[in-house]
Each structure stands twice: as structure tokens, then as C-alpha cells.
């Protein structure tokens, strides 16, 4: 650039005029042409007619791109009718292609999520997957990582592309740190999970749509399930359905096994609720911590290897790692609270309010997914 | 960048253009560089720009800033509708008066459980606006959704604010307020403001106004207009308040699924009301901190309903819907405020006994009218069947009495002071005194004249008219 600069300084030095007057004129013209009504507002042409300034505040250096997406999708008159009425949710989902929204949180990607999501049979024209990223740099590495998953995808083989695909920028600021130690510390779980409480429900909520039947909730570090999981979650058909979580690991013996891992998913005890009732209005009894025992029959306790997979349990709170939902349920309200709601928190919480909208909540001890192991 | 070759001429009489060019290229360069500088040290942004049905949004592009009409921010307009259709006329004259930019308003209409036309009204006036020849008045997208869910309860007035009602009937349109926003909102909306069809005065700077508070929740004070007979004006909305001890205290005592309605004797709560603080003369931009509002018309960032807040269709804290909201988002840490001076005018709606009041008005008028016309016949009878003999009798009073002696005859005065009074006709308040011409009583106490009032009161007033008129003994 040096070569090239040197002779037009040594202009500039000379003759300061010939720089400044193209310069002026220039920057008229830029002003002119990103925003005509700045110059109207300048020259006085609606000034203090109105009762605010409706001159557009867009960058000095090109148009925002916001409305991008919106425009793309309009219909032809810009009009469209929805008959909620005709909407069903029925344990014969697939063959009724009944839409279902798969809803992760994503902070890491794990290309095994992405594998076992792949293996799912569920038609994939009538599959919506919506994925929510914090902002931070540990998000930005997993949307990379992300949008090259997908792209492979819905570019590929018209009948493998997915009906539709949102992705989002959560709008509030992630938790920097996701270890596995501090991620579940007591002290910081509340706060933990008041975010992804909240980026639950803006993920949830705007890309619910008008046709969706069913919602699950799929954490983005859950690596193995069986392929056919959501008709199999779906055939029960209860308005909230939770698969027992576990994790595969290597014993004290160097042998492979599997050991629980979410224990959110309980039925609610005597004791929790005693202790429930003597704590001030902002706590939340969490479970897997010996500082608060709650003496809760956990989910995952109860799997038992010889079983019948289809065996249901009523539950009172849910884990989010695999869990089916009507989308009725989120319709109707029951949404993740980010603040202690009888003192539940997060999916917990969420239980909660779908039972106080006289909704059932269930789960199948013997039916696993299993837990990424760090 | 070809005009900035090292073998600049320099002496030539292209040598302004030149500079010009070279300027120009400058100031390109310098226009790329700053914008390259801008997005570094931000976050990455993927492009879906050649991927089918895949969509990236940033949601704090959505944020909801104060100026939002300056910054292209989309605003969703909640309508729910039942039976709305006589209202939709005007609702619709609201709705081109917007002076928010229309193409930046979505607006989501739920229609429920109607047995009018509302559909097929809703339909026509849509696409009136939406082929206007004025591009300005169209809005920006919009969606018609159909839920039923199948009300038990009537649609008059008073079926719908009698208190028995209220619980149920709050749960419901909670529930049906939720179906409209979940499946409307989109992640590039900023702000979503909820309005009922049946507003009648409202200003066309109405988002603006509100929007300018910078409030997570927002609303105006909600008066309605009202008959004479009751008093010109009236507040409607009692659902915006501000929480207090009172009402504290009575949610304790309630169980866990019971609704406290605000307005209702059964639940006295002893909360300042925000439409109770209205100054008419008021600052309209003083703001009040509020705890439970009213759905007249909210307006709220999109990001509280993002982050989970909704209209609980259960008892949340002890109440339900738009006063749930209120309290719901509040406890989600979010700011929730109501104008007291500015004010929106509802519709004016009869209640049952407001009907009856107005049947009673109506039948009293018909009666008047009646007796009115009958009158004008009596009238009309009167005048043809009977001669006014007035004018002659003065002529020949004169000649009939001229012989006669009336030097025997005493004058009678009668005192009527304290007859006119009221207690006269309740009870019979005696006349005082009647005396004659030299203050002699002929009548002493009057308990004998009222014995029957009608009859003594023509027989006083035919003696003094025919004594103290004609019979003056001092002209002859």
C-alpha cells in the first residue's frame, strides 16, 4: 500500500484544496445515498409536523439486514389462515406426519449428537429441528461447527433435508464457563440454569409454529438413543414424556457399564416437600447434593436392565435430556421458569406448571439414552 | 483501485479528475477497512443464504429499543376476537390511523368459539387494507388463527363481569391469549402489543408513546365514555394496580387454585388502582409501577415473552391472565409500569341493570308520549264542547249585579302562607287562618276545611276570586 499512498500524500501536501472538495462532495453523495430522508430531515421537509422523529437509524456504512429473513418468507398477500382446530397430536404421529419440533440448547457440539440425530426414522418432512447458542466463544465454535453440519444436510439428497432448520443467537449472556466441575456446584446452578431456563423458552417460543403437533427436547449432549425414539416416546401418548438418561463409562475394573446421570427426573417425597415449605421464596431444592436430601424416588434409580421398556411412571419433576412434549402443553403456557416456581427450577419448574394446567407427566424408567461422558 | 498507478500525471489538464478519482479510491478503502474493523472482535455469523429452509437470527437484533420505529423494529399486534364483528369497523379506522410504519407491524388475529361473522368480516377488511392504493397503509405479515375452546360461559355484560364467572372464565382467556402469541411470535420480533377489538378512542401515535417509556411492560389507563344518566365517564379497566398488603393478605388466605378479581366486592384488596389515579389535566407521561395489569392494551418487549413469561392460565400468586402477566413477569425480574394521565377510551357496553334501567327509561318516555296525545284530545273536546263565556260575563255581570245590596256582605281574606310547602302534601298542614274583611275568624284552626282538601280548595278559591274581585264594597 506504501507504493501506492506515497503519491497521493505528497498531492494531498501540495494542493490541500483538490483532496477536500472532491472529499466534501463525496460524502454528500454517501449521505444522499444510504439515507435520502436524513438529507430531507436536514433540508427541513417533515420536520416538527409529527410528534416523533421517524428518520431511520440505520449503520452509516449499509442498510441492517433484520428483516432479511422475514421478507423471503411472506406469502403472496401477505395473508395467511391457520385452523388450530384441525391440529392432533395422536400416537400415530409418523403415519399422520404430525410435525415435531426437535429443540436443542447446543453450547458444545458433539459430532456423535449429530450422528445419533441423523439415525433418527422419523420422516424428515415433517421433522423441524431448532437449535439455541450462547454468546460466547465456546458458542461460535460450535455454530461453526453447526452450520457445516448442516449444510452437509439440506443441501444433500432432497428426502434427507429436514423440513426446517432455525438456529439462534441467545439474546442474553451465557455463563462463560461449561466445565463439568463448576457446571454443577451448587452455588452456581441456580444461576446456571435460570439462563438455560431462558434459552429453553426463547427457543421454544419462536419456533413454535402453527402446525407443530409435538416438541421434544433433546439435549445436545445426548450422543446414543434408538433410532426409532420419538415414535417411541410419541406411542404412549402422554402430554409429557421423559426418557431415563444415562452414561456410558468404563468401571473400576476397566469393563464397560452404564451408570445414571440425570436425576431430575423424580417423584416428589414428603421430605421435599417439608423442605420446600421452611425455605425463603427465592431457593430451589435441586437434587444430586447431600446438603439437601430430599428422600425423592429418582427415575433413574429405577431402570432395571430385564424390564419391559414400556413400563411408564408418573413423575412430579423432569429432567431435559430426552423429553417428549404435546405441543399443546406449550401452548397452553407451561413454559421452563427461570425463577424459583415452588421452589423448581428450569425443567423442573416446568413439570410443575404442566401439572398445575392439569397436565400428566411420565417416564420410562427403562428406556435409555445415553450422556456424553467428558 | 487502477486510479492510484504510481505514474500519477501531474501537470496535465486531466490532473483534477484525476485527483478526484484517486480521492474516490481512497475513500472507498477506507470505507471497506472501517466496516471490516466493526464486525472483528464480534461474534461469527453464520450464512444460510444457498441452504433451503434454514434460518440464523440473532435475537439481540430483536432487542426492543425505545426508538424501535427508527430501527426497522417489527412489532407483533395480538387481536383476540370473539364475536367481534360489529366492532371490527372501527378497530379497523384504528388500525390505519397507526402512525408506527406499517410495513413494520405483523399482526396475529385469534379467532374463537364465534357464532357471528367475525371470520369472514375479519377477511374483507384485511384485504381492503392490504390492496389499498396507498402502499404506506398495508401492514406486514398477517395470520388468522382458529382455536375453539368451547365457552360455557355467555357473552352478555354481565355474564361475563358477574363474579361468579370470573375464575374459570380468566383461565380461559389466558389460555387463548397463549395459543395467539406461542405460535405468532418470531424470532426477528422486537415488541408485541396486545389491543382488544372494542376501543373507541385511541391515538394513532399509540405504540410510540407507549414504546418511548423504555418499559419491559407498559400500559395506558383505560377509561370508558357513559349515558348522562350515569355520569359521562367511568373507569374501565380495574385490573391494573399496584399490590398491596390488603391484598397480600387476602391471597393467603385463599387456596392454592382460587383467582383474585379486582373491581369485585367479594375481594376487597385495598390496592391503589391505576385508573383511580387519573388526573384528567395530568402529566400524560408520568409513570406508575404496577404489579397486575388489564389486556386492554400492552405493550411489551418481545423478550419477556421469549424468556417464558405468558398469561397464566392457572393461579399464579392467586390470580390469573392479564393480572397473572403482571405479577408473572415481574417476578421474572422484568419492568412493568402503567401511564395513570394517559387514557384510551373502551366502548361504552350496558350492563344488565344498566338494560333494565334503560327499558324502565324507554317505557316512561313511551308513557309520557301517551298521556301527551291523550292531553291534545281532552284539549281539543274541551275547546269544541264548551263556550268560553268569559268576555260576556264581564258585560253583564255588571247589569245582574248593579241591584243588588251588598252592604251586608263581609269580606273574607284567606292566608295561605306555608300551604305551597312540601309537608303539605303529606300530611295536612291546616290553613292558618280565613278571616273576614275586620279580622274576624270564621274559620279558627282549618281542620275543618282539610277534611277534603280538593273540595276545600275550590271552594276557597271561587269565594276570593268572586269576593275580593267584584264584590268591593268601597266602588259602590
Known amino acids: ?374 | 483501485m487502477n486510479s492510484l498507478s504510481p505514474d500519477y500525471p501531474k501537470a496535465s489538464p486531466l490532473r483534477t479528475s484525476c485527483g478526484r478519482l484517486s480521492v474516490i479510491g481512497v475513500v472507498v478503502f477506507v470505507l471497506l477497512l472501517t466496516s471490516k474493523l466493526l464486525f472483528f472482535g464480534s461474534l461469527y455469523i453464520p450464512n444460510f443464504d444457498k441452504v433451503e429452509n434454514t434460518e440464523y437470527y440473532d435475537l439481540m437484533d430483536a432487542h426492543g429499543y425505545k426508538d424501535g420505529w427508527r430501527r426497522e423494529e417489527r412489532v407483533l399486534f395480538c387481536v383476540p376476537l370473539r364475536d367481534a364483528s360489529p366492532h371490527l369497523p372501527m378497530f379497523f379506522n384504528h388500525m390505519r390511523n397507526l402512525t408506527y410504519p406499517h410495513h413494520l407491524i405483523d399482526l396475529a388475529f385469534l379467532v374463537s368459539d364465534s357464532s357471528d361473522n367475525t371470520m369472514g368480516d375479519l377477511k374483507q377488511h384485511i384485504n381492503d387494507i392490504q390492496n389499498d392504493p396507498d402502499v404506506s397503509v398495508r401492514f406486514g405479515e398477517i395470520e388468522i388463527f382458529e382455536k375453539d375452546f368451547g365457552q360455557s360461559i355467555g357473552q352478555g355484560f354481565s355474564d361475563r363481569h358477574g363474579f361468579a364467572a370470573q375464575g374459570p372464565r380468566r383461565k380461559l382467556m389466558a389460555r387463548a391469549r397463549n395459543w395467539l402469541w406461542t405460535v405468532a411470535i418470531k424470532p426477528y420480533h422486537s415488541w408485541v402489543y396486545w389491543r382488544d377489538a372494542d376501543v373507541e378512542t385511541v391515538p394513532g401515535e399509540i405504540l410510540e408513546d407507549l414504546m418511548h417509556h423504555d418499559k419491559d411492560v407498559i400500559v395506558p389507563n383505560v377509561w370508558r365514555p357513559l349515558p348522562d344518566w350515569l355520569g359521562n365517564q367511568q373507569p374501565y379497566d380495574l385490573n391494573s394496580w399496584q399490590e398491596s398488603d390488603g391484598g397480600l393478605q387476602l391471597a393467603n388466605t385463599l387456596d392454592e387454585d382460587a383467582v383474585i378479581v379486582e373491581g369485585y366486592v367479594e375481594y376487597s384488596t385495598w390496592r391503589p388502582h391505576l385508573a383511580y389515579l387519573r388526573d384528567p389535566y395530568g402529566d400524560i407521561e408520568v409513570e406508575m409501577p404496577l404489579d397486575g395489569i388489564g389486556g386492554v392494551s400492552i405493550l411489551c418487549r418481545a423478550s419477556v415473552f421469549r424468556a417464558g413469561s405468558h398469561f397464566p392460565a392457572f393461579s399464579f400468586e392467586k390470580h390469573a391472565e392479564t393480572e397473572a402477566f403482571g405479577k408473572l413477569s415481574k417476578r421474572m425480574g422484568f419492568s412493568v409500569y402503567g401511564l395513570p394521565h394517559y387514557v384510551i377510551w373502551h366502548i361504552y357496553e350496558p350492563s344488565s341493570d344498566d338494560l333494565k334501567h334503560m327499558e324502565w327509561m324507554a317505557q316512561e318516555e313511551a308513557k309520557q308520549k301517551e298521556e301527551e296525545k291523550l292531553r291534545g284530545i281532552y284539549d281539543k273536546i274541551w275547546n269544541e264542547g264548551f263556550e268560553d263565556v268569559q268576555d260576556s260575563w264581564k258585560a253583564d255581570k255588571i247589569n245582574i249585579m248593579k241591584n243588588t245590596d251588598m252592604s251586608g256582605h263581609r269580606k273574607i281574606v284567606v292566608d295561605w302562607s306555608g300551604v305551597d310547602e312540601e309537608e303539605y302534601f303529606k300530611k295536612s298542614v291546616p290553613i292558618k287562618n280565613v278571616v273576614d274583611g275586620n279580622g274576624e275568624p270564621i274559620i279558627a284552626g282549618a281542620d275543618a276545611v282539610s277534611g277534603d282538601k280538593a273540595a276545600a280548595d275550590d271552594e276557597t278559591q271561587l269565594t276570593e276570586k268572586d269576593i275580593l274581585a267584584n264584590f268591593d264594597p268601597t266602588k259602590e
Not at chain 1, 436430601?293 to 427415575?299: E, G, I, K, Q
Not at chain 1, 399443546?328 to 413439570?351: Q, S
Open chain 1, 1 to 374: 500500500m506504501a507504493i501506492v499512498r506515497s503519491p497521493l500524500l505528497r498531492q494531498i501536501r501540495r494542493k490541500p484544496l483538490h483532496f477536500l472538495g472532491p472529499f466534501t462532495v463525496i460524502i454528500v453523495l454517501a449521505l444522499f445515498i444510504l439515507s435520502p430522508s436524513t438529507l430531507s430531515s436536514i433540508s427541513g421537509f417533515n420536520s416538527t409536523k409529527t410528534k416523533y422523529n421517524y428518520t431511520p437509524k440505520t449503520g452509516f456504512f449499509g442498510s441492517s439486514s433484520k428483516n432479511k429473513n422475514f421478507q423471503s418468507n411472506l406469502p403472496g398477500n401477505h395473508i395467511s389462515h391457520y385452523d388450530l382446530n384441525k391440529l392432533k397430536s395422536t400416537p400415530r404421529a409418523a403415519y399422520n406426519k404430525e410435525r415435531i419440533l426437535v429443540l436443542s440448547p447446543i453450547s458444545r457440539f458433539y459430532n456423535e449428537y449429530w450422528a445419533n440425530l441423523l439415525k433418527l426414522t422419523y420422516p424428515r418432512d415433517a421433522m423441524e429441528l431448532g437449535f439455541i447458542l450462547p454468546r460466547t466463544a465456546e458458542g461460535d465454535e460450535a455454530l461453526k461447527k453447526l452450520e457445516k453440519a448442516i449444510k452437509i444436510v439440506q443441501t444433500g439428497p432432497k428426502d434427507d433435508r429436514f423440513a426446517k432448520i432455525t438456529i439462534l443467537r441467545q439474546d442474553n449472556d451465557g455463563l462463560e464457563s461449561q466445565l463439568e466441575k463448576d457446571r454443577h456446584e451448587l452455588s452456581v446452578q441456580k444461576e446456571r440454569r435460570k439462563n438455560m431456563a431462558i434459552a429453553r423458552n426463547s427457543l421454544l417460543f419462536t419456533s413454535l409454529s402453527p402446525y407443530t403437533s409435538w416438541v421434544l427436547w433433546l439435549d445436545a449432549d445426548i450422543i446414543e438413543s434408538p433410532p426409532t425414539l420419538i415414535q417411541d416416546l410419541i406411542s404412549h401418548d402422554k402430554p409429557v414424556m421423559s426418557a431415563n438418561v444415562y452414561q456410558r463409562y468404563k468401571n473400576d475394573k476397566g469393563q464397560p457399564d452404564i451408570r445414571p446421570y440425570d436425576f431430575n427426573n423424580w417423584v416428589e417425597s414428603e421430605e421435599g416437600l417439608r423442605i420446600a415449605e421452611n425455605m425463603a421464596d427465592d431457593e430451589i431444592v435441586v437434587e444430586g447434593y447431600a446438603e439437601i436430601a430430599t428422600y425423592r424416588p429418582l427415575m433413574a434409580h429405577f431402570y432395571d436392565k430385564n424390564g419391559d421398556v414400556n413400563t411408564e411412571m408418573q413423575l412430579d419433576g423432569v429432567g431435559g435430556g430426552a423429553v417428549m412434549v404435546k405441543a399443546d402443553v406449550h401452548r397452553d403456557g407451561a413454559m421452563f421458569p427461570p425463577f424459583p416456581f415452588y421452589h423448581l427450577i428450569e425443567t423442573e419448574g416446568f413439570a410443575k406448571m404442566a401439572k398445575r394446567l392439569g397436565y400428566e407427566v411420565f417416564g420410562l424408567p427403562n428406556y435409555l439414552v445415553y450422556h456424553y461422558n467428558e
